[in-house]
């Protein structure tokens, strides 16, 4: 696959994204929706972040409190031995599992597609206890003048699905939990097919360990039925440990393309695509027989999480397909890839 590469990657790395508050610092700045308004393109990006720690003895864990409103940070001693830190992203005890970070929804703003200005205060905040673990892959559907946003809602609860909506990217409104757990990367389709709305989703099988694409319909974006299975995992392929929805899926001639990621069973991130029928999207037509991307470049390899490519939006434009990517759970890039090498890549 002929991929181009900006020479400016990553283009959006954490020292760019100013703390929430002064006693945090980002880490990460990932997984963005993307979108174009008023001739600017627009990434709704993952900002994670944690709480500055000098004391190498203990770890310090971020965590929307529900009861006070506010965002507080809890220790725990890295001598305890009931506590395991093996895993940089959680810190588990023998009750609970705690993320080692607490992620929100930035804004960022860029008239090139390269160069972005991030704004300082953060779009969507964790504000209650479905969120005490922060906010989560922000994903963006234009319907009709609207901008609907779906994120991953984290908290001991488990991971589910919230749903804001704004006009004007300057106030949102919240619309609640639309999938409950543990489900995630949920993609709502761009206009109504048959009447219906319809989305992607991604439920996670605890007992059966299944992490395949699913589809759901609705009459109005709040209530969600006739869950089908849409596709699974391929052994002896590149995405033969989990898969999941991407980017908002958008229309070719032949049907709907979804782009989505896809991991191997060493964890191994990469993107390809699935070609949907027009009519009935729970229908798959094609799909890649290798990644449209994986991941290759230093910066996509080494980082908090290593050897992920992961993106939550991309721009059809121009007969290319713009992706805005996550690279090693640290950084956003950037890269371009022919829309027919994307199509004559299907089987």
Known sequence: MNVFRSPYNPIISPEKAKPSRADFEVVCVF?????????????L????EKPINSDTKVELVPVFDKNSGQ???????????????????????PTEQYLSSL?????ARSTDGIHFEIE?????????????????????TLINDTYYITYSA?????SMIGLASTKDFKSYKRHGIIF?????????????INGKYFALHRPNSGEYNKREIWIAESPDLLTWGNHRRVMGIRENYWDNGRVGGSAIPFKVDAGWLEIYH???????????????DANEPWKVLARSKQPIIEPEMDYEVNGFFGRVIFNCGVLPEDDFVKIYYGAADTHICYAEIALNDILNGLQ
Do not use: W
């Open 45 to 48: 990006l993952r900002v994670a």
């Open 120 to 140: 300082e205060q953060p779009a969507l905040m964790p504000d209650n206890e479905y969120e005490s673990f922060g906010i989560e892959d922000p994903r963006i």
């Open 262 to 276: 896809g991991a191997d069973k060493s964890d191994r991130y990469c993107l390809g695509a699935v070609l949907l």
């Open 71 to 93: 965002v507080v940070v809890k220790k725990f001693s890295k001598d305890d031995p009931l506590c395991d830190f093996s895993d940089s992203r959680f810190v588990r005890t």
């Open 180 to 192: 409950c757990p543990d489900n995630r990367d949920v993609e709502i389709f761009p206009e109504k």
């Open 103 to 107: 992620s929100h929804a930035r804004l």
């Open 31 to 43: 997984n963005a929706g993307v979108i174009r308004y008023n001739n600017e393109v627009i990434l």
């Open 154 to 158: 984290v908290s001991p609860l488990g």
